[in-house]
């Protein structure tokens, strides 16, 4: 049985960096493929970061791409997101998620993902 729980979510200041990590059980990095969601408030949830070593993929959303470094660490059974220079617009509950099955095309897609955490939020003061 899969199961996620996100930490490392507190508030900070604009310009400031942050780890994100996702403990995990029941996942195998190199079958699985993982990602991190945000949803800020009174917006929908949006796609932030994906890794899949079994499709040799890494992709971010441009909002953050530059800024986030997605990476799983199988001896740990972790997946963290290193956030740097973070923005006022960062501010979110960030969601840990996963799939065994997804393809290439639904990697974006909240809908392509089976398995999620329960959310740690990130405040990010200006």
């Known amino acids: 049985q899969v199961h996620l729980v996100e930490s490392g979510g507190r508030l900070v200041q604009a310009g400031d960096s942050l780890t994100l990590s996702c403990a995990t059980s029941?996942?195998?990095?190199?079958?699985?493929?993982m990602a991190w969601f945000r949803q800020a408030p009174g917006k929908e949830r949006e796609f932030v970061a994906a890794v899949s070593r079994r499709m040799g993929s890494t992709i971010y959303a441009d909002s953050v791409k530059g800024r986030f470094t997605i990476c799983s660490d199988n001896a740990r059974n972790t997946m963290t997101q290193r956030m740097n220079n973070l923005k006022p617009e960062d501010t979110a509950i960030y969601y840990c998620?996963?799939?065994?099955?997804?393809?290439?095309?639904?990697?974006?897609?909240?809908?392509?993902?089976?398995?999620w955490g329960q959310g740690n939020q990130v405040t990010v003061s200006s």
């Open positions: 998620a996963g799939s065994g099955t997804i393809i290439q095309s639904q990697l974006w897609f909240q809908s392509g993902y089976g398995y």
């Open positions: 029941g996942v195998t990095f190199t079958r699985y493929t």
